[in-house]
Structure formats: C-alpha cells, structure tokens
C-alpha cells in the first residue's frame, strides 16, 4: 500500500530535480522516493553508531586489533 504525500520545494531545488528527472528519463517521485529511503537507511546507520558510542559494555578495539579480527 502507498501514501500519497505532498510538498514545498524551494524553487531551486525543484529545478534542480526537475533537470536531474530529465537527464535520468526518470519521474521525481522516483527520485524522491530514492532519496528518502538512502536518507533513512543512513540515518539508521549512523543512530546504530551513536547507540554503540554510548554504549559503555561495548568494547572499543584500536585499529591493530580491528586489522587482526578482520584477518588482514
């Protein structure tokens, strides 16, 4: 199921989607789409680093260590 959603873009931004659209024979909802899902995937990277940055049970290797566990 989807949902439709409606937005501003600033002029600029939309004209630089508009163009971007065109070159890649792509529609902006597309891009849009794509551009939400990389954002919310990274951001869920980058929370699971902050969660493990304040972890104080999690072990902090130093880069021999990580060289070692990763066999190189």
Same mark, same amino acid.
């Given at each position: 199921?989807?949902? !439709? @959603?409606? %937005?501003?873009?600033?002029?600029?931004?939309?004209?630089?989607?508009?163009? %971007?659209?065109?070159?890649?024979?792509?529609? =902006? !909802? &597309? $891009?849009?789409? =794509? !551009? @939400?899902?990389? &954002? $919310? #995937?990274? &951001? !869920?990277?980058?929370?699971?680093? @902050?969660?493990? %940055?304040?972890? =104080?049970?999690? #072990? @902090? $290797?130093?880069?021999?260590?990580?060289? =070692?566990? $990763?066999? %190189?």
């Amino acid at each position: 199921m989807s949902s !439709a @959603i409606s %937005l501003r873009l600033p002029a600029e931004l939309a004209e630089v989607l508009e163009a %971007l659209a065109k070159s890649m024979d792509r529609p =902006k !909802a &597309y $891009l849009i789409r =794509k !551009a @939400i899902e990389t &954002y $919310l #995937a990274e &951001y !869920a990277d980058y929370q699971l680093a @902050i969660d493990r %940055l304040h972890n =104080k049970d999690d #072990a @902090i $290797l130093s880069p021999a260590e990580l060289r =070692k566990r $990763l066999g %190189l």
